[in-house]
């Protein structure tokens, strides 16, 4: 499967952007999908996951109460809704994806996305 990650930006503290993850090749609906970030100078780190129905979740405590994931099986889409979005939330955010479950651990999964950039700042 292919994952293209788009909808980053430049935004002010506070603010809200909704990214979105667009797969092709495969069976989007087979595949648990997740969400991470690579912050300057520091490793990836789990951000949100999503079960292939969408009726699974789970989140990072750093973003738990202000991202939520979600997906469209019908557009083989997954989306990140930020909001409250804080300066330490600046990182590049990947997609990724692997049939079956979903998983917080980056090892687990097989397809990535290209990553797009999100800077938090005033």
């Known amino acids: 499967v292919q994952l293209q990650a788009f909808g980053g930006g430049l935004v002010q503290p506070g603010d809200s952007l909704r990214l979105s993850c667009a797969a092709s090749?495969?069976?989007?609906?087979?595949?648990?999908m997740g969400w991470f970030r690579q912050p300057p100078g520091k490793e990836r780190e789990f951000v949100a996951a999503?079960?292939?129905?969408?009726?699974?979740?789970y989140y990072a405590a750093s973003v738990k109460g202000r991202f939520t994931i979600s997906r469209d099986n019908a557009k083989n889409t997954v989306y990140l809704q930020m909001n409250s979005l804080k300066p330490e939330d600046t990182a590049v955010y990947y997609c990724?994806?692997?049939?079956?479950?979903?998983?917080?651990?980056?090892?687990?999964?097989?397809?990535w996305g290209q990553g797009t950039q999100v800077t938090v700042s005033s």
């Open positions: 090749g495969r069976t989007f609906s087979n595949y648990g």
């Open positions: 999503i079960s292939w129905s969408g009726s699974g979740t």
């Open positions: 990724a994806a692997r049939q079956g479950g979903y998983s917080s651990s980056p090892d687990w999964y097989h397809y």
